[in-house]
Each structure stands twice: as structure tokens, then as C-alpha cells.
């Protein structure tokens, strides 16, 4: 089982999920990150690192991010590996401050 990042990245876009990464499984684009499942070693470093909590287990998630399995295995087929850390998004902060409320 591997961990799927969610919708809860999109604008947000911050990396410190690839620094912990033992395998380097994280991909980029312009709005977020996603994790190549088949490369996912489910070791759940990335979990707690991420400020938005946008990287689920897949098999806890909810019924309406269980798309988001395929999605991540789809676009990390579709986008360049990233290993270190780029800053974030500039809607961030504010994105951040919408999902905690």
C-alpha cells in the first residue's frame, strides 16, 4: 500500500514531504507533488512533515480521494522526480490558513 498525495496540495505545493523521502518517489508540476506508488516504500516519513496534511494512506482514504491513487500513479508517470526541497507556491500561506479553518 502506497501513500497518495490529495487534492489538499493543489496550490500549495510545499516540499519538505522530499527531503524525508528514503527513494526519492515524489514528482512536481506546477501546482503540486504526487508519489509513484510503485516506488512507495509506505515507510509514512512524509506524513507528518506535510503542513497542509495533504498525504493520506491509500487504504484510509475517503470514499471521494480515492482517486487520487490513480492520479498520483498517472502523473508521476507524466512528471520530472524531484529529491530536494523548492519553495512553495505563492498561495500557499493563504491555501494553508483555508484548510486549517
Given at each position: 500500500m502506497a501513500y497518495v498525495v490529495t487534492d489538499l496540495c493543489c496550490g500549495c505545493r510545499y516540499t519538505e514531504c522530499v527531503t524525508v523521502c528514503p527513494?526519492?518517489?515524489?514528482?512536481?508540476?506546477e501546482t503540486m507533488t504526487y508519489i509513484d506508488p510503485d516506488n512507495c516504500i509506505d515507510c509514512g516519513g512524509c506524513v507528518p512533515v506535510c503542513p497542509v496534511g495533504?498525504?493520506?494512506a491509500s487504504y484510509l482514504l475517503a470514499p471521494d480521494k480515492v482517486s487520487w491513487i490513480e492520479i498520483n500513479r498517472a502523473r508521476s508517470a507524466e512528471t520530472p522526480t524531484i529529491?530536494?526541497?523548492?519553495?512553495?507556491?505563492p498561495t500557499a500561506e493563504e491555501r494553508r490558513k483555508a484548510l486549517s479553518a
Open positions: 527513494v526519492e518517489c515524489f514528482h512536481v508540476d495533504a498525504i493520506q529529491i530536494s526541497k523548492l519553495p512553495p507556491l
